[in-house]
């Protein structure tokens, strides 16, 4: 009797550390389940208008960096921040789009772990310095309107090189850190991740073991913690905006004040409005299919309007743009 309550004792134990030893590095593939579910009939279409939009996604963002190349008098803190944008948006389109429309075409739409994992570090490295830079463009904002005269000073060329390194720094450790922290967990459950690309929540569904739920917490806190604090900032700044603007005595000065930050004052509410639709929905009866379409509302469309509010709202560099198609008409007719 006692040997037979030990030998089932081993055996729970060999069972234990069988699981336990079921690690990441066991895993060879994940199963994208993002379009699987779609209609046939409806993914060519789908196909087609997620392609135009990442083309013009890469191409505008491509038009407004080499307008501000080109132009020197762009060649200021704002539109260096601006630039430096738009690189973020670029790479951050090619870390998730070209995967997604390869998988439209794909009757087995899996992705190795290494893939996956480089695919969460690169989106959330991109996704996190884009947040960063809308906040240190928020603070450009602030100096050039409330600290005029001290702006040459607060935002020399070196500072201005320091702070969008500090937002590249700051978003490879988030990306760094948030992908190791998902690729530790043990993946012992279905390696099907509903959803197009690696997303963390969907991975996380993967995962078994006791630290599980406290992981996902983690995770949740830190993505919070940083898109909550650069949101505040951003509030905060425009807080201190709207009182020096409202101090103006005519009412040309505050519109012609308030036009410098209308631009990006839009992309940050679209910015957060689409990924508050994302990660803040609430939990109801929605169908796998209208997941998926309201996830690429922010991973392809908010991209896609960046390019097309900066072009349409900042009179300064739709000017440019305008100058620089003259001159190449002029040159192509001469």
């Known amino acids: 009797m006692e040997e037979a309550g030990q030998a089932e004792g081993n055996q729970k134990a060999e069972d234990t550390a069988s699981l ?59 539109y260096l921040f601006l ?51 809308l906040m240190i463009m928020g603070y450009d904002r602030y100096v050039a309107i409330c600290h005029p005269l001290h702006y040459n000073v607060l935002m020399s060329p070196r500072d201005c090189a320091r702070l969008v390194s500090c937002c590249w720094a700051g978003g490879s450790v988030m990306g760094m850190m948030v992908t190791l922290i998902v690729f530790h967990l043990t993946f012992c459950r279905s390696n099907k991740i509903y959803h197009f690309a690696c997303h963390v929540l969907a991975l996380l569904k ?58 990006h004052l839009t992309i940050v509410v679209v910015h957060y409005s689409f990924a508050s639709i994302i990660y803040l929905k609430p939990k109801g009866p929605h169908s796998m299919d209208s997941n998926t379409l309201m996830a690429t509302t922010y991973t392809v469309f908010t991209p896609f309007l960046s390019p097309i509010i900066f072009s349409l709202r900042n009179k300064e560099l739709k000017n440019a743009i305008q100058r620089s198609f003259r001159r190449k008409l002029s040159s192509l007719s001469s």
Not at 36 to 51: T, V
Not at 102 to 131: K, N, R, Y
């Open 20 to 78: 336990s030893g079921q690690n990441y590095s066991t895993v060879s593939e994940f199963i994208l389940i993002g379009f699987s579910n779609f209609p046939q009939q409806l993914l060519p279409s789908f196909f087609l208008l997620y392609l135009l939009m990442y083309l013009f996604t890469l191409l505008g963002n491509l038009l407004i960096m080499g307008t501000i190349w080109r132009e020197h008098s762009l060649h200021t803190p704002m």
């Open 83 to 133: 630039c430096a944008l738009s690189i973020s948006e670029i790479l951050f389109t090619v870390a998730v789009t070209p995967r997604m429309l390869a998988d439209m075409l794909s009757s087995h739409c899996s992705i190795t772990f290494v893939a996956c994992a480089s695919q969460m570090f690169f989106s959330f490295t991109f996704g996190f310095t884009h947040s960063f830079l």
């Open 206 to 263: 993967l995962a078994c073991g006791k630290e599980t739920a406290s992981v996902t917490m983690v995770v949740i806190m830190i993505c919070v913690t940083a898109l909550m604090g650069c949101l505040f900032l951003i509030v905060l700044s425009y807080v201190f905006i709207v009182a020096a603007i409202l101090r103006i005595p005519s009412i040309e000065g505050r519109h012609k004040t308030f036009s410098t930050c209308v631009s």
